[in-house]
């Protein structure tokens, strides 16, 4: 059975038993918790929230079987040599026996005075859809989609279109470590409702919580 572990902001870790690997283990996170036990990690882009470079750094310094699969400008920034392989949108692999196919390209836009940087979306086993700081809708259904519920560079009408468009039947919250309870609470009550008219079922996931996938 598969389970994916929700973890602060926009980590998750994703479990069978036999693999495992961990999406975007950033400053929220407690990074070595998050990659104890995994050899496999993908990030999605270079923020802070989404890679803390020194904690990950050590984590492959101190075991030389961790492998990481990021943008190539993040890639070529970590200096960790072979653990580290480029990919970009189009690309296929097999990272710690999951199947992961390469969505997206760039960042969404904060502001026309940022510099827009790479951003890849991972569809990982054909199932679960890990878009980063994206809202690029995959060219194939996942059943799960982590759900950018709240960014600087978002607003809440784009979080509901973007739930509905991907058309994953289930979806969980990501990119929430910037919200309060009430604020989460109320972006998510309108996610639930739009989304659950067009078929997506949104469940509220706090920092620990595991589901099956």
């Given at each position: 059975?598969?389970?994916?572990?929700?973890?602060?902001?926009?980590?998750?870790?994703?479990?069978?038993?036999?693999?495992?690997?961990?999406?975007?283990?950033?400053?929220?996170?407690?990074?070595?918790?998050?990659?104890d036990?995994?050899?496999?990690?993908?990030?999605?882009?270079?923020?802070?929230?989404?890679?803390?470079?020194?904690?990950v750094?050590?984590?492959?310094?101190?075991?030389?079987?961790?492998?990481?699969?990021?943008?190539p400008?993040?890639?070529?920034?970590?200096?960790?040599?072979?653990?580290?392989?480029?990919?970009?949108?189009?690309?296929?692999f097999?990272?710690?026996g999951?199947?992961?196919?390469?969505?997206?390209?760039?960042?969404a836009?904060?502001?026309?005075?940022?510099?827009?940087?790479?951003?890849?979306?991972?569809?990982?086993?054909g199932t679960?859809?890990?878009?980063?700081?994206?809202?690029?809708v995959p060219?194939?259904?996942?059943?799960?989609?982590?759900?950018p519920?709240?960014?600087?560079w978002?607003?809440?009408?784009?979080?509901?279109?973007?739930?509905?468009?991907?058309?994953?039947?289930?979806?969980?919250?990501?990119?929430?470590?910037?919200?309060?309870?009430?604020?989460?609470?109320?972006?998510?009550?309108?996610?639930?409702?739009i989304?659950?008219?067009?078929?997506?079922?949104?469940?509220?996931?706090?920092?620990?919580?595991?589901?099956?996938?």
């Open positions: 059975m598969t389970t994916l572990t929700k973890l602060p902001h926009s980590c998750v870790r994703i479990d069978d038993g036999a693999r495992s690997l961990v999406i975007d283990p950033g400053i929220f996170a407690d990074v070595p918790a998050a990659l036990g995994t050899e496999t990690v993908l990030i999605t882009h270079e923020h802070p929230d989404h890679v803390d470079v020194e904690p750094r050590a984590a492959a310094k101190a075991n030389p079987r961790l492998r990481i699969w990021a943008p400008s993040l890639a070529a920034s970590l200096g960790l040599g072979e653990q580290v392989v480029a990919v970009s949108p189009g690309e296929t097999s990272a710690g999951f199947d992961v196919e390469v969505f997206g390209g760039q960042h836009l904060l502001h026309p005075s940022v510099p827009v940087i790479q951003n890849n979306g991972y569809l990982v086993d679960i859809y890990h878009p980063g700081d994206s809202f690029i060219t194939k259904q996942p059943q799960l989609l982590l759900l519920i709240m960014a600087p978002s607003k809440t009408a784009e979080v509901v279109d973007f739930a509905v468009s991907v058309r994953a039947p289930r979806a969980l919250p990501i990119h929430d470590g910037l919200l309060n309870e009430p604020g989460l609470r109320f972006i998510e009550g309108h996610v639930t409702r989304g659950g008219e067009h078929g997506v079922e949104y469940t509220t996931a706090a920092p620990g919580s595991t589901f099956s996938v």
